[in-house]
């Protein structure tokens, strides 16, 4: 697990911008972070630290991040505890502020990572590139592939120009302006609805392949689903936005009933009048970007 260059030394070869801190949060991930860690260590170009905050696991996460953290001391372990339950996007965005609490400001790149992935050797050293190629460009990541009867396959779950919540890279300035994460399910789809919103352009990049080792959702319970369409409504998107994004999320995930649990979830949010993670306006440039994506694909 060492790292030759274990004091983080290596030079940016793009002229000294580019230095990117990585956040991930982990819960019982002993399997899996190991191998994560591993092709973080292994890039061309390496991170000026790596955090990892480990949510209440009761396995070896612990144990196993401070094995690497012996080594590379650029790797650090923050502790958090929390609920046992696993409802998407709060609880892993309250994991990320505790860890980027730790940070300094001394980066123009913060990531956010999921720990069970691998990723290719050259995967940050291509995003940075993407970066340094256009100033207007906030956000870049590559694409997660899942195995399937011993082949990669993407993991096709949502439109090529989105980048996945399990490997979301920021610029330093577009993720000051968007406000930081939000710890609600459907920050991931806001982050960049706001980028859009600042006119900040995001870059997908499709030679990137990531070895997602666990599926999205898998332990996702009927309350977490219920919440995706509370997220829906949060985004600001409206009834027939979030009747449509349902349908399509449902198809993609080849679950055709959980529409339902979506449009339910909608419409609890409604009735509870949940706050908004967005303000009025953001939420009317998001409907009619929304729209605007929609009548593209139809026509």
Known sequence: MNNSDSQNTSSSPFGGWGAYYIVIPAHNEQDLIG?????????????KKIVVVNDNSTDKTEEIVLDYAKENPYISLVNKTSSAIHLPGSKVIQAFHKGFETLDDNYDIIVKLDGDLIFPPNYFETIISHFQ????????????????NGDWILENLTDKDHIRGALKAYRKETFQQIGGLKASMGWDTVDELLCKYYDWKIVTDSSLHVKHLKPTGANYSKTARYKQGEAFYTLGYGFWITAIASAKLAMMKKKPLLFFD???GFLKAKKAKTPLLVTEMQAKFIRNYRLQKMKKKLF
């Open 35 to 47: 191998l994560t860690l591993q092709s973080l260590i292994s890039q061309t170009v390496l991170p």
């Open 133 to 148: 190629s256009d100033p207007k460009i906030g956000m870049a990541g590559g694409f997660c592939y899942i195995e399937k």
């Open 262 to 264: 979506y449009i339910k």
